[in-house]
């Protein structure tokens, strides 16, 4: 699996759906109407995310590889 910033998920997510519901700190939180699930992406500067946490929000989203 490829290293994603949490801005290039961010932007595969809103294409998805997802919207912004709120930012706390350096977490930004998205929902989608009619889901209960939010998705909470962690902006820690130009970090890749770590491979375990990429996968568990790519899975929420409903995200393959090839969507980001």
């Given at each position: 699996m490829?290293?994603?910033?949490?801005v290039?998920?961010a932007?595969?997510i809103?294409q998805?759906?997802?919207?912004?519901?709120?930012?706390?700190?350096?977490?930004?939180?998205?929902?989608?109407n009619g889901?209960?699930?939010?998705i909470?992406?962690?902006?820690?500067?130009?970090?890749?995310?770590k491979?375990?946490?990429?996968?568990?929000l790519?899975n929420?989203?409903?995200?393959?590889?090839?969507?980001?």
């Amino acid at each position: 699996m490829k290293q994603v910033t949490a801005v290039k998920l961010a932007k595969a997510i809103t294409q998805k759906g997802w919207k912004l519901a709120r930012i706390k700190g350096s977490h930004h939180v998205y929902i989608m109407n009619g889901r209960q699930e939010r998705i909470v992406i962690p902006f820690h500067g130009n970090t890749p995310l770590k491979v375990g946490l990429l996968k568990s929000l790519m899975n929420i989203a409903g995200l393959s590889e090839k969507d980001i």
